[in-house]
């Protein structure tokens, strides 16, 4: 049980990397990025465990459980990665 929630967290790690990155580069700000951000990194994970695993939910405290595994420390991750690659392209 431990092991699937440490695979949804560092997945988490992974696309808050990926989506602060490209945010960064794309130039996207504020509020919008945010929301783009929580809506794709709840949405991913959703399927994942739901679809493409197929566990049960209840086994690890349900979906909600699930979903918010991780999610603070990805959001700070991806605020910070954001912010960085942001600072650095866009920079005048």
Same mark, same amino acid.
């Given at each position: 049980? !431990? *092991?699937?929630?440490?695979?949804?967290?560092?997945?988490?790690?992974?696309?808050?990397?990926?989506?602060?990155?490209?945010?960064?580069?794309?130039?996207?700000?504020?509020?919008?990025?945010?929301?783009?951000?929580?809506?794709?990194?709840?949405?991913?994970?959703?399927?994942?465990?739901?679809?493409?695993?197929?566990? !049960? *939910? *209840?086994?690890?405290?349900?979906?909600?459980?699930?979903?918010? *595994?991780?999610?603070?420390?990805?959001?700070?991750?991806?605020?910070?990665?954001?912010?960085?690659?942001?600072?650095?392209?866009?920079? !005048?």
């Amino acid at each position: 049980q !431990d *092991e699937f929630l440490d695979v949804i967290y560092w997945f988490r790690q992974i696309i808050a990397v990926i989506l602060g990155v490209i945010w960064g580069i794309v130039p996207l700000k504020g509020f919008l990025g945010i929301a783009i951000f929580c809506l794709i990194n709840a949405g991913v994970l959703y399927l994942y465990f739901s679809s493409f695993q197929q566990i !049960d *939910e *209840e086994e690890y405290g349900g979906t909600w459980e699930l979903t918010k *595994e991780g999610f603070m420390t990805s959001f700070a991750l991806f605020l910070v990665v954001w912010i960085i690659f942001y600072t650095a392209i866009h920079y !005048d």
